[in-house]
């Protein structure tokens, strides 16, 4: 069951940042003449029903682990109970109804910028309640005013983390189409400028917010080693560590050598670490969807 639950967890998880990053992407990266985004409508779809099927998926996980068995679970009883007499089927609910807005608007509505804040919003919001499913609503044993603190910085984490890792995607899908020779290397200059804008702040952000979950979420050092929440925790930081690493060595090494002259090399060098980057983030929100199942340390 919980195997089910953190690989549907983990899909959901990246569904939800490929939907908050492409129309971002589009809005604020993207130069003018890439706003068309050749291919983008049917990743977002694909991520839409992505986010669809692995939600089911959490869903059955939970349900099972209530009932106690899968036979149990797929009960009209059970299913009432877990949709509509727990924070997590209410919630569950909230998100298909933002989901179906999300893929109408993806389905039917021309591409323009309207569109894209159209869709930014919702997925925005789509990507913010998953705190309400996880550790983002607990306080810890601390009183009101943390628990409150910590939500709010638990949405901040989520969004930047989306904003930083789903635009990441868009880079990456662009920097290729200067590859294969379908867009200029000007193209990627202006993205890649406005790209680090954007970054820096969401990375400065998930950075903080991050800090401020841990305080609250974990009592002390030791707890860092003497828990499995801890542990857990650690690997999720160092994979976090490594996407910085990797990110402020594609802003020093390569991308003054793109800005500066016509640096074939460079370009699919940057291609490449991106893709790495990709993978790491990916990662990191694997550790996410298996740290959300573990009980917080008391």
């Not at 999300?102 to 159209?118: E, F, H, N, Y």
């Not at 990627?188 to 841990?214: D, H, K, M, P, Q």
Request: charged share 15%; aromatic share 6%; net charge positive.
């Amino acid at each position: 069951m919980d195997e089910l639950i953190i690989a549907s967890r983990a899909v959901h998880f990246a569904a939800a940042v490929l939907m908050v990053g492409a129309p971002l992407f589009r809005l604020a990266v993207a130069p003018d003449g890439w706003r068309g985004d050749p291919g983008g409508r049917a990743i977002e779809i694909a991520a839409a029903v992505a986010a669809l099927v692995s939600g089911l998926g959490w869903f059955a996980g939970v349900a099972a682990t209530m009932a106690g068995s899968w036979a149990d679970a797929i009960t009209p009883d059970t299913l009432w109970a877990v949709s509509f007499e727990t924070r997590f089927g209410h919630l569950w609910i909230a998100r298909l109804v933002l989901l179906a807005a999300l893929m109408t608007v993806q389905a039917i509505a021309k591409a323009s910028p309207l569109r894209d804040a159209a869709l930014l919003t919702l997925a925005a919001a789509f990507a913010a309640s998953l705190v309400g499913v996880g550790h983002g609503l607990t306080g810890a044993g601390h009183g009101p005013e943390v628990a409150r603190i910590h939500t709010a910085a638990d949405i901040v984490h989520l969004l930047c983390a989306a904003t930083w890792l789903g635009a990441l995607v868009g880079l990456g899908r662009l920097i290729h189409r200067v590859l294969i020779g379908k867009e200029t290397l000007d193209v990627v200059r202006e993205a890649l400028r406005r790209f680090s804008l954007i970054g820096y702040w969401a990375v400065a952000l998930v950075l903080v917010t991050g800090c401020i979950n841990a305080l609250v979420m974990v009592p002390g050092p030791a707890s860092l080693i003497g828990s499995d929440y801890g542990r857990a925790l650690l690997v999720k930081l160092a994979l976090v560590v490594v996407l910085v690493a990797i990110a402020i060595g594609n802003r020093v090494a390569l991308t003054p050598r793109i800005m500066a002259a016509d640096q074939s090399v460079a370009v699919r060098n940057l291609w490449r670490s991106v893709l790495v980057e990709q993978g790491v983030g990916l990662a990191v929100l694997t550790a996410v969807a298996w740290l959300g199942t573990i009980h917080p340390v008391p």
